[in-house]
T-cell receptor, first 110, second 111 residues
Framework: ETGVTQSPTHLIKTRGQQVTLRCSSQSGHNTVSWYQQALGQGPQFIFQ???????GRGNFPPRFSGLQFPNYSSELNVNALELDDSALYLC?????????FGPGTRLTVL | GEDVEQSLFLSVREGDSSVINCTYTDSSSTYLYWYKQEPGAGLQLLTYIFSNMDMKQDQRLTVLLNKKDKHLSLRIADTQTGDSAIYFCAGVSGGYNKLIFGAGTRLAVHP
């Protein structure tokens, strides 16, 4: 049990819709990272937030955006959903060099 | 560029040792990690090694790092059925601790 929680657990959307995924960090962790894990693959880095500012971004289009709040919880927003966005979305919170992952949100785009 | 490669599948008998291998390209990775993922679950941090170390032992887990060959391995002693899962190695890239993962090694433990 990492203390990192994510909601919802599962989500089904249709192409073109928008989605918001939420992550609650482990207590005291000021950094949150989001990853996309397609079926049968390793997680791919989307972006990272440190103290409410975007701190780094992977190779994802601008329709993937995020927020981090003063309590260090975080949101991942995806606009104009595409079929290829179907994946497990993982958030990880960290204070130093150890990243602790939540259970993920399984997003299915039809 | 940044890349991490792993063999995709490993089958071992219960009680034997398992060795999962990984190669990476980014020699600037300061930390290298092993994560475990069970079906339908998130990633569990198993262990990590700092790049100036050659070996780290943590109970049944032993991590070996060969920096010259950019090779990382995870040995699980006395493998149990509960060890059946997908194992990911990951390196840190960039100044902000971005993790680069391999595709994962599926470990199957049979009686």
């Amino acid at each position: 049990e990492t203390g990192v929680t994510q909601s919802p657990t599962h989500l089904i959307k249709t192409r073109g819709q928008q989605v918001t995924l939420r992550c609650s960090s482990q207590s005291g962790h000021n950094t949150v990272s989001w990853y996309q894990q397609a079926l049968g693959q390793g997680p791919q880095f989307i972006f990272q937030y440190y103290r409410e500012e975007e701190n780094g971004r992977g190779n994802f289009p601008p329709r993937f955006s995020g927020l981090q709040f003063p309590n260090y919880s975080s949101e991942l927003n995806v606009n104009a959903l595409e079929l290829d966005d179907s994946a497990l979305y993982l958030c990880a919170s960290s204070l130093g060099y150890e990243q602790f992952f939540g259970p993920g949100t399984r997003l299915t785009v039809l | 560029g940044e890349d991490v490669e792993q063999s995709l599948f490993l089958s071992v008998r219960e009680g034997d040792s398992s060795v999962i291998n990984c190669t990476y390209t980014d020699s600037s990775s300061t930390y290298l990690y092993w994560y475990k993922q069970e079906p339908g679950a998130g990633l569990q941090l198993l262990t990590y090694i700092f790049s100036n170390m050659d070996m780290k032992q943590d109970q049944r887990l032993t991590v070996l790092l060969n920096k010259k060959d950019k090779h990382l391995s995870l040995r699980i002693a006395d493998t149990q059925t509960g060890d059946s899962a997908i194992y990911f190695c990951a390196g840190v890239s960039g100044g902000y601790n971005k993790l680069i993962f391999g595709a994962g090694t599926r470990l199957a433990v049979h009686p």
